[in-house]
């Protein structure tokens, strides 16, 4: 399945990797989690134990990105690099 097909599917979790002063300063997706990157591999349980398709994404694409290898290394199975926020957020 494509992120296209996920997204259009409506049945994802929005993890959102910036820091929150990005978040304050830059915007956000309304319904998307904020976990930082630096605090992904201490929440991963939290993520892993998601029951439906995961899309990551940060400002441009590259902390989100190193989010889901490391996250696929750990065991997820259904997640996206959902790339960066504007865009993610126009598509949706």
């Given at each position: 399945?494509?992120l296209?097909?996920?997204?259009?599917?409506g049945?994802y979790?929005l993890?959102?990797?910036r820091?929150?002063m990005?978040?304050?300063?830059?915007?956000?997706?309304?319904?998307?989690?904020?976990i930082?990157?630096?605090e992904?591999e201490?929440?991963?349980?939290?993520i892993?134990?998601i029951?439906?398709?995961?899309?990551?994404f940060?400002?441009s694409?590259?902390r989100?990105g190193?989010?889901?290898e490391?996250?696929?290394?750990?065991?997820?199975?259904?997640?996206y690099?959902?790339?960066?926020w504007?865009?993610?957020?126009?598509?949706l």
């Open positions: 399945m494509s296209v097909d996920v997204l259009q599917s049945n979790a993890i959102d990797v820091e929150p990005e978040l304050e300063m830059d915007g956000n997706i309304e319904g998307a989690t904020n930082p990157l630096g992904v201490d929440r991963k349980e939290e892993l134990s029951e439906k398709p995961v899309v990551l940060c400002r694409g590259n989100s190193k989010a889901l490391y996250l696929n290394s750990q065991g997820l199975k259904d997640g690099n959902g790339g960066g504007a865009d993610l957020k126009a598509s």
